[in-house]
């Protein structure tokens, strides 16, 4: 396949059946793990003309590219692209994208245990997808009393305390304090607000510990594996 090959995140949004949206939210989230200097030029931020005549942003990928996002699809939707990748073949002969794309069918099933691919069995992609709906539906920072709630709604039920527990244990909160560590901070897992409160004795600075909804994807994913 030509390297000036090129597919738009709105393109395998509409050849996966998934909501540009989500498609666009996964690409975020490659670039923020790995960083927008290692992957600008294959995950280029860009914009196109919808049916409307309205123009909205969208990412252009090179090949490399869309071997990254594929590697998050299932079965189903890897061999749609797979399909879409043919269709583009400059020269029949030279298959290098499509091979590589087909043999990452089988080499990502052997990688399940570092978390390179979600779980190909529906069964066990409910829990996720449940989840994933209920963070787009909440406000983007909660408190960790309310995502204790969410939790058990999962089948995870540890409550405020051993969840603080927990979260403290693992690093991500101070020993002795509900407040984030600072590498957590900076990981974009928690974010803390600060009010000034009156007391009989003067303001004091309060100050409050949130999930992001970064957060609160990511602690349910290490949670599930824990549990």
Not at 6 to 22: D, F, P, V
Not at 51 to 59: E, I, Q
Not at 64 to 72: E, H, P
Not at 131 to 158: D, Q
């Amino acid at each position: 396949m030509d390297k000036n090959i090129t597919i738009t995140s709105n393109m395998i949004a509409e050849l996966t059946g998934k909501e540009h949206k989500n498609v666009m939210r996964d690409i975020q989230t490659i670039i923020e793990n790995i960083g927008t200097k290692e992957v600008s030029s294959d995950l280029s931020p860009s914009n196109y003309i919808d049916k409307l005549n309205r123009t909205k942003r969208n990412y252009t990928l090179s090949k490399d590219g869309l071997m990254l996002v594929i590697t998050k699809y299932s079965d189903i939707h890897r061999m749609k692209l797979i399909k879409y990748a043919r269709s583009l073949e400059a020269q029949p002969k030279e298959l290098s994208v499509v091979e590589i794309l087909e043999q990452s069918t089988k080499m990502l099933k052997q990688l399940n245990n570092k978390n390179i691919v979600l779980e190909n069995k529906i069964e066990k992609d409910k829990p996720r997808v449940s989840f994933a709906e209920t963070i787009e539906k909440s406000s983007e920072c909660i408190l960790i009393r309310e995502y204790s709630k969410i939790l058990a709604n999962e089948g995870i039920k540890l409550g405020e305390r051993k969840l603080y527990a927990w979260l403290r244990n693992k690093g991500y909160i101070q020993k002795n304090s509900t407040e984030p560590t600072q590498r957590a901070v900076e990981q974009g897992l928690f974010k803390v607000s600060e009010r000034i409160v009156k007391t009989v004795k003067g303001e004091i600075l309060s100050q409050t510990t949130k999930l992001t909804g970064k957060g609160q994807i990511f602690f349910i994913e290490k949670l599930k594996i824990s549990s």
